[in-house]
């Protein structure tokens, strides 16, 4: 096999770990010598070995002139664990072929000169894994880019464009296929975002049922901190962690909150962006929207949706139902946000949408 032969399963390894590495990055290992897997690896959890530690316990002597096929750049630095680097030098790794560099500005590149000062032969080959590997770990390479998490918006709407009939009852837009598809993505994702409205209105659970996997962090975005006091999210606060964001909160707020086991997060008029601020500086670098159109429509206008899920459900409810964003409609078409990347997949009766989000002409 060649190097992407060895690489694809180093990607293949390093999504196991999805839904449970973060704030870490997904990171899959391959260790190879004479045409021979001599060791495997992937990180799964903070605090636990690397990709590249796992890999290297499992090759034993067999390490010594290997080559190394690596997701991202090991790790130059004592964090947790000790750094990656040392122990492949000091394994006898003779040649390493790495996806991408590391963003985090504890490593990018210092991993790589620790490799060669060692004699180890190193190729980055972003040119052709580069693409993927970032796509793999988009939530820690725009955290190590702006402070921010990666917000996917995800909606069941309507072929007319609605999220809910006139009434606000949108149980069931999406077909149960779909909704097993959300579960599936919950179980992946740091954290489930929605505002106060939903609460209100829906009373949802945000947990993961229809699917494996662990409960994500709930995080409900208020004014005031203010919600049902029946409301599922707060009956379940103390099994579940859910963080309630507010501009503002009284005293008394806080500690009927806490006293469910709800945090509450104060972020005075920063707003939405001071809010994301937060959750990615909590280690929450993946944050799925299930909001509705108000919510969705005030992270549209700030620029703070990167990707959106849309399944398209073949119904028509009419005019006078909310919309998917609610937000100001652009005076002309090329000023319009767009999807790039676009793939269409069906599901059961539906479509789903995904897609990159850009702003027309930026």
């Not at 070995?49 to 290297?56: F, K, N, S, V």
């Not at 664990?81 to 590149?109: E, I, M, Q």
Request: proline share 5%.
């Amino acid at each position: 096999m060649d190097d992407s032969q060895y690489m694809e399963e180093a990607f293949l390894l390093a999504e196991r770990g999805r839904g449970s590495t973060h704030p870490n990055p997904l990171v899959g290992a391959v260790l190879v010598k004479d045409g021979e897997v001599v060791g495997r690896g992937w990180h799964l959890a903070p605090g636990e070995p690397h990709a590249e530690a796992i890999a290297l316990a499992e090759a034993g002597e067999r390490a010594r002139g290997a080559t190394l096929y690596c997701t991202l750049e090991p790790c130059s630095h004592h964090g947790k664990t000790p750094p990656c680097a040392d122990a492949l030098v000091a394994a006898g790794v003779s040649r390493a072929v790495v996806a991408l560099r590391d963003p985090n500005p504890l490593v990018d590149g210092r991993g790589l000169r620790k490799l060669s000062d060692g004699d180890v032969d190193v190729r980055l080959d972003e040119a052709r894994f580069g693409a993927r590997a970032r796509e793999q770990n988009a939530p820690f390479v725009k955290y190590h880019r702006t402070r921010l998490p990666l917000v996917t918006y995800k909606a069941a709407v309507t072929l007319d464009g609605k999220v809910a009939a006139s009434s606000g009852d949108a149980r069931w837009i999406s077909c149960l296929d779909s909704r097993r598809a959300v579960h599936e993505l919950r179980s992946r994702v740091d954290a489930v975002m929605v505002g106060a409205g939903t609460v209100r209105r829906d009373d949802p659970e945000l947990t993961v049922r229809l699917a494996d996997g662990r409960d994500p962090v709930r995080v409900v975005v208020t004014r005031d901190g203010v919600l049902p006091w029946g409301a599922k999210l707060l009956a379940t606060a103390d099994r579940t962690p859910t963080i309630v964001i507010a501009e503002e909160a009284t005293e008394s707020v806080r500690m009927r909150l806490e006293s469910r086991g709800a945090e509450l997060l104060e972020v005075g008029a920063g707003g939405l962006r001071a809010a994301l601020h937060a959750l990615a500086a909590r280690g929450l670098l993946d944050v799925l929207c299930e909001g509705g159109p108000t919510l969705a429509g005030s992270l549209l206008s700030a620029g703070l949706i990167d990707r959106v899920l849309l399944f398209v459900a073949p119904l028509i409810v009419g005019r006078g139902a909310p919309d998917l964003f609610a937000a100001p409609a652009v005076a002309a078409v090329d000023g319009a946000w767009r999807l790039e990347d676009v793939r269409w997949d069906r599901v059961c009766d539906d479509l789903m949408l995904s897609g990159t989000v850009v702003r027309s002409g930026s």
